[in-house]
């Protein structure tokens, strides 16, 4: 059975339910062939309205069968079971409800469609009702005792008549769902159940056709893929210009065009004399006083068309990868290092530049958020990035060695073997301290509010390596194959070669791999190595 057509049959029975029509929505239920606990239990509802008794108990029995943790259903049939003088099923059903409470002082049936709670009080109310029936006075005392420790709507008023009733000896009547209580299907679904026409009636809203009122579909008008190419008689009407003279760029907007080139225009002239085109897949202004209409007539052999101007969409290829070298050669893949800080420059002392002596500018000091609280005066709190992170505090005045031998003495390596690094406000690249190379440097030149931010690396995988230059991660890259360097945006990469125009050979986290060059980009080309 269809899932809508259940919700439409159990929503007309609870709308006939609701005005009192037990026997249409029966008829109702009865259409439902596939139906689930909370259809029963309405059903039993439905019965009990009309006074048939072992009917409902039929459906309630149905209602278990499907949900046999439905506590609200148990609670109903033990209500039943006193009525009909089944003491022990109902004793039964009242001990299984309690169960199914799973220690909860209420159940809130709203969220299945039933506007009921059900309290734990009530289940222990209907437990005494029964011990009562069977004459066992003192048990139905205890478990009225047992009902005023719980909390709930409506316990006081309840168990104090239950008490007067208990005294007399008299029986006590149970409690059940009240009449016109049912499960109801949710209001968003039935909202669903009436059709919608989504897509509408096309309408016309521009049209190059004059009085064109059409809505629908034409087959008889051929659609042309790609853009639109109006017809044009002569030069005069055509959007194509040619330039005069060259003519380069003097201020913002503006383009640089050849003589001779061709422009398609895009706009029109606006009060300084300059119109909007497009040339080589670029739009900007150029004088209209230097364009002439262009003789543009059609031709068909397909290499003489003339573009139109707008570039289509790039295509979405990976660069060729370079041939697979198996000799010695090839880039050898490092085995993945626990030390997650870029490496410092071990060999690159021994890298020159064709212009003078290598040097490399000052990058950046992280500054981390906040100012420290409770330092002491001529102090700064060290932070540092190795496989985990420490942090140290140490005088303002700390030479860059001594920072050095502290670290090492933390992480349990010689000082020789590690290099530490660091960021200038603005920048990404991580570069080596200046104390590194020149004695006598103090922390205090690259403390900001207190605090200083280093990353701390061992030299061991770039050992008999160069460093030429760095560059920092544009996106995300995952490895390819076992050559390949894996690295995340914003990444700090060590280039140590260049494979070919598409590839280069970098190092970062401890890894020396591939990559595309176009995952990274040079934050300033002027920066090379100072040691």
Request: hydrophobic share 35%; proline share 7%; net charge negative.
């Amino acid at each position: 059975m269809l899932y809508n057509e259940l919700l439409r049959l159990w929503n007309e029975s609870v709308q006939a339910m609701d005005a009192k029509d037990w026997e249409g929505a029966l008829a109702k239920l009865e259409q439902i062939t596939e139906p689930t606990s909370r259809t029963h239990f309405n059903a039993a509802l439905a019965h009990l309205a009309l006074g048939q008794t072992d009917m409902a108990l039929r459906s309630l029995d149905f209602t278990v069968a499907k949900d046999e943790r439905l506590a609200v259903a148990f609670f109903q049939r033990a209500a039943l079971m006193m009525q009909v003088d089944r003491l022990e099923e109902a004793l039964s059903d009242c001990i299984w409800a309690q169960k199914h409470m799973r220690g909860n002082v209420v159940i809130d049936y709203r969220q299945l469609g039933l506007r009921y709670k059900l309290y734990s009080w009530q289940v222990l109310y209907n437990a005494a009702a029964v011990y009562s029936r069977m004459g066992q006075w003192e048990q139905a005392t205890d478990i009225l005792l047992s009902a005023t420790q719980e909390r709930g709507q409506g316990r006081v008023g309840n168990i104090e008549v239950a008490f007067k009733s208990i005294e007399r000896k008299e029986a006590l009547n149970p409690l059940m769902v009240p009449e016109g209580l049912v499960f109801r299907p949710r209001k968003q679904e039935i909202e669903q159940l009436q059709q919608r026409d989504f897509l509408g009636k096309a309408k016309v809203i521009s049209s190059m056709i004059p009085n064109d009122d059409f809505g629908g579909f034409e087959p008889l008008r051929q659609q042309k893929p790609g853009f639109y190419e109006p017809k044009t008689d002569g030069a005069q009407e055509s959007r194509y210009m040619r330039v005069r003279a060259p003519y380069m760029a003097r201020g913002p907007g503006q383009l640089t065009v050849p003589g001779g080139a061709m422009v398609f225009l895009f706009g029109e002239e606006d009060r300084d004399g300059m119109i909007n085109v497009i040339h080589d897949g670029q739009r900007g202004l150029l004088p209209l006083s230097l364009l002439e209409p262009a003789d543009v007539k059609k031709s068909r052999s397909k290499k003489n068309h003339l573009p139109s101007g707008i570039p289509l969409p790039p295509e979405l290829k990976p660069p060729s990868r370079p041939p697979t070298q198996r000799s010695s050669a090839a880039p050898p893949r490092v085995s993945p290092s626990t030390e997650t800080p870029p490496p410092s420059y071990n060999t690159a002392t021994h890298a020159q530049s064709a212009s003078g002596p290598p040097r490399y500018t000052a990058n950046a000091a992280s500054s981390q958020a906040g100012s420290p609280q409770g330092e002491e005066a001529g102090s700064v709190v060290v932070k540092v990035h190795f496989t985990y992170n420490m942090a140290l505090s140490v005088p303002l005045d700390t030479p860059y060695h001594e920072l050095k031998e502290r670290i090492a003495e933390k992480v349990g390596h010689s000082a020789s073997q590690l290099r530490l690094r660091h960021k200038q406000h603005g920048s990404r690249v991580l570069t080596p301290l200046p104390g590194e190379v020149e004695p006598g440097r103090s922390v205090q030149e690259v403390a900001e509010a207190g605090r200083v931010t280093l990353w701390c690396q061992r030299e061991d995988t770039l050992a008999n390596r160069t460093i030429l230059y760095q560059m920092v991660a544009l996106y995300d890259y995952v490895a390819q194959g076992p050559e390949d360097l894996e690295f995340s945006e914003g990444d700090t990469i060590d280039i140590l070669g260049e494979v070919n125009e598409e590839w280069l050979e970098g190092h970062c986290a401890g890894n020396i791999g591939i990559f595309p060059c176009c995952f990274a980009y040079r934050e300033n080309d002027n920066i090379i190595q100072e040691f």
